[in-house]
């Protein structure tokens, strides 16, 4: 499945959460089998290239594409969440977003220096949260080899606050 086909599988809502917020709805990709497996298929080719130890997926999107992605790669799978949603001894971090602020936490445990890690989301847009798992990824001093999205909006400049080269999206829109 091209992506462009993907592309049309994902519905657009305006002015969702707020007024000038325009919403990408992965849920309509989600409910059809062939597209959803296309996707998964289409962001795991870069991932297996840049040989991960293990996947990170952010609250809540990352995790449905990150979990099935590090389970065809055979390696484990970390869920970064907001605030207050982990039981054992996390870090955190504060950070912006396209229409506010939060706080991501991850297990102090989650990851070993050295690890090769992947973080998985499904739309880059400001790049805000994805940058705030980045930080939280090297304070435990775990290496971030790649970023993959499913999709992007590069028109709001998320790309710009990544490291150059390591990351992946499969639909621009």
């Known amino acids: 499945m091209t992506p462009e086909q993907l592309a049309a599988r994902i519905r657009t809502i305006p002015d969702f959460p707020k007024p000038g917020i325009v919403f990408r709805d992965i849920t309509t990709l989600l409910r059809d089998p062939e597209a959803y497996a296309a996707a998964i298929d289409a962001m795991s080719a870069p991932i297996k290239l840049w040989k991960p130890d293990m ?20 390696i484990g799978f970390v869920p970064v969440r907001k605030l207050g949603k982990l039981p054992a001894d996390t870090i955190s971090i504060e950070y912006d977003l396209e229409y506010g602020k939060n706080v991501l936490e ?10 090769r890690v992947v973080i998985v ?3 880059l847009a400001t790049g805000g949260t994805v940058a705030g798992t980045l930080r939280l990824v090297e304070q435990l001093g775990a290496e971030v080899v790649g970023i993959s999205f499913l999709a992007e909006l590069p028109a709001l ?15 621009p829109f």
């Open 106 to 115: 991850i297990h102090r445990d989650a990851l070993k220096p050295g690890e």
């Open 157 to 171: 400049g998320g790309r710009a606050r990544l490291p150059d080269g390591i990351v992946s999206a499969i639909i």
């Open 55 to 74: 996947i990170i997926g952010i609250e809540s999107r990352g995790f449905i594409f990150g979990a099935p992605i590090a389970r065809d790669l055979g």
């Open 121 to 123: 989301d499904d739309v």
